[in-house]
């Protein structure tokens, strides 16, 4: 069983992630729906301390409910990009073999220096995983 149901539960959750993390200072977010099998999640959440987040997603929809088939979420602080995640397959490198194909870009070489991302899935939403690691950083920086 898929967390959402239907498209209409995803686009709740979404246009509801205010409401749950009063971290959150804006969304441009938007689903749009691609025909009766796709749609898209695009948008930015922005955060405290110049912290935001960048969401792409492509969803699949079918009568077992909603997953995601490709995302890319990217984490900017001001105008430098501090990390990323997508789930490209890299199976030549077996340190990213626990959390395969979810992985996150990392400094200091950010495009080619990746992590293993637990907790990322196709079939659970990844937004308040993300959102926490933002707070994190708020938080962790915002008393200094």
Not at 37 to 60: C, H, K, N, V
Request: net charge neutral; hydrophobic share 35%.
């Amino acid at each position: 069983m898929k967390p959402f149901q239907s498209l209409h539960e995803y686009e709740k959750f979404v246009y509801a992630l205010n409401a749950h993390f009063p971290t959150i200072r804006s969304s441009t977010l938007v689903i749009a729906s691609r025909g009766k099998y796709s749609a898209t999640l695009r948008g930015e959440l922005e955060f405290d301390l110049l912290y935001r987040l960048s969401i792409r997603e492509r969803l699949a929809l079918d009568i077992d409910g909603v997953t995601i088939e490709f995302y890319s979420y990217e984490l900017w602080h001001n105008t430098n990009k501090i990390a990323w995640y997508d789930p490209q397959p890299h199976p030549d490198n077996p340190f990213l073999a626990s959390t395969h194909p979810h992985h996150k870009h990392v400094p200091p070489d950010i495009k080619h220096n990746r992590i293993p991302a637990p907790g990322l899935s196709f079939t659970q939403p990844n937004l308040p995983l993300l959102i926490q690691e933002i707070e994190l950083l708020v938080a962790q920086y915002g008393t200094k």
